[in-house]
C-alpha cells in the first residue's frame, strides 16, 4: 500500500473558475498542459509517500493537530513567476497563511517524512514544467494584466493521487486554538 497526498488550501469554486480560464488561456495559447493536470491550489505541505496505515494514521492525527487555528482573509494578486519554470498567481503572505503553514510543518516535522522542507513561498501555479521553450512569451503576456481575488479560509484540505490524478480526500476545519489539549507535563 502506498499512497501520495498534498496538504493544501483550495480556493472557493467561484475563484477556481477565474483561475483556470487563465490556465486554460495559457495552455491554449503557448501549447502548455502540464498544470492543468493539478487543481488550482495553494501547496501548504510537499506531496508525500506514505507506505502503511500506521503511517497514515501518524500524517492525520498531525494534521488534525495542526487545525487549531484562526480563520483568516487571503489575497491572490497578480502574476509573478520562479524564472523559467514557473509562472503563478502572487498569494500574499500574511500572518494567517504564514501561521498555519508553520503549525503543519511543526505538527508533520517529528514523522520525517521529507529531507529538508524547501523555505515557504505560497504561490498559485498557472503554468510549469513544459514552458522553458515559451516563459518569457508568457510573462510577457501577463506583465500588464492585472489580477486580484480574495476569500475567507477556515479549513485547509488533503488531496490523494488516485488514477493518475489529484482528488480531494479529507478537508480540516479550523478550531479555536483556545480549546487546544494542553501536552502533559509532570512540572506544570
Excluded at 502548455?32 to 503511517?55: G, N, W
Excluded at 487545525?67 to 500574511?94: A, I, W
Excluded at 497563511?97 to 511543526?106: A, G, V
Aim: aromatic residues 14%.
Amino acid at each position: 500500500m502506498e499512497n501520495l497526498y498534498l496538504v493544501c488550501l483550495v480556493p472557493p469554486v467561484s475563484i477556481i473558475e477565474d483561475i483556470d480560464e487563465i490556465r486554460h488561456y495559457i495552455s491554449e495559447k503557448f501549447n502548455v498542459h502540464e498544470s492543468l493536470k493539478r487543481p488550482a491550489h495553494i501547496t501548504l505541505y510537499p506531496p508525500v509517500m506514505l507506505s502503511s496505515q500506521e503511517a497514515e494514521k501518524r500524517f492525520f492525527k498531525a494534521l488534525e493537530d495542526a487545525s487549531f487555528n484562526v480563520p483568516f482573509t487571503q489575497v491572490l494578486k497578480n502574476f509573478n513567476s520562479f524564472p523559467e519554470h514557473t509562472f503563478y498567481l502572487d498569494v500574499e503572505r500574511n500572518e494567517g497563511i504564514m501561521t498555519l503553514e508553520k503549525q503543519i510543518s511543526k505538527e508533520l516535522q517529528p514523522l520525517k517524512l521529507i529531507e529538508k522542507k524547501e523555505k515557504f513561498n505560497p504561490h498559485l501555479t498557472l503554468a510549469f514544467r513544459d514552458i522553458k521553450a515559451v516563459f518569457k512569451q508568457i510573462a510577457d503576456d501577463f506583465k500588464d494584466r492585472k489580477f486580484k481575488r480574495e476569500f475567507s479560509v477556515s479549513s485547509f484540505s488533503v488531496y490523494k493521487h488516485q488514477n493518475k490524478r489529484w482528488q480531494p480526500f479529507k478537508e480540516f476545519s479550523f478550531k479555536d486554538p483556545a480549546t487546544k489539549p494542553k501536552a502533559l507535563s509532570l512540572f506544570g
